[in-house]
């Protein structure tokens, strides 16, 4: 179940971005962009990129497709929920992180931010 936090009176939750790496040229100015945004709503948001660059000097080389997946998935796992970023659904490793998400009752959070003046 969800488990709750609070900081400073505020309801903060860990958040994992999932979103399409491969193929998309943009993905760590996206990721980094909604990493910003989530940390504004006052949430601890989990990278993906950044998960990927500790892992890859852990190993102190390349991982594999696999070995990125499994990581994010533990991250994906201690998180209270998941945030997808736009065109996450043709993304193989999206859908599979989409698919724990749901098996594991995390919440769908659904980011639909105001732009600064509206």
């Known amino acids: 179940g969800l ?8 309801f903060v939750m860990f958040v994992f971005i999932s979103g399409a790496i491969s193929d998309n040229p943009n993905y760590e100015e996206q990721f980094a962009k ?11 948001p989990y990278n993906p990129v950044k998960i990927g660059e ?3 000097k852990r190993l102190g080389r390349e991982p594999t497709y696999d070995e990125y997946l499994q990581e ?3 991250y994906l796992d201690r998180s209270d ?4 970023l736009e ?11 989409h698919k724990r ?3 594991k009752n995390k919440i769908i959070l659904e980011i639909k931010m105001l732009p600064r003046r509206w």
């Open 3 to 10: 488990r709750e936090h609070f900081f400073m009176g505020l």
């Open 34 to 44: 909604r990493e910003q945004e989530l940390k504004e709503l006052g949430h601890f």
């Open 54 to 56: 500790r892992l890859k």
């Open 72 to 74: 994010d998935l533990l």
């Open 81 to 84: 929920a998941i945030n997808h």
């Open 87 to 97: 065109g996450w659904e043709n993304s193989n490793g999206a859908n599979i992180e």
């Open 101 to 103: 998400a749901v098996e």
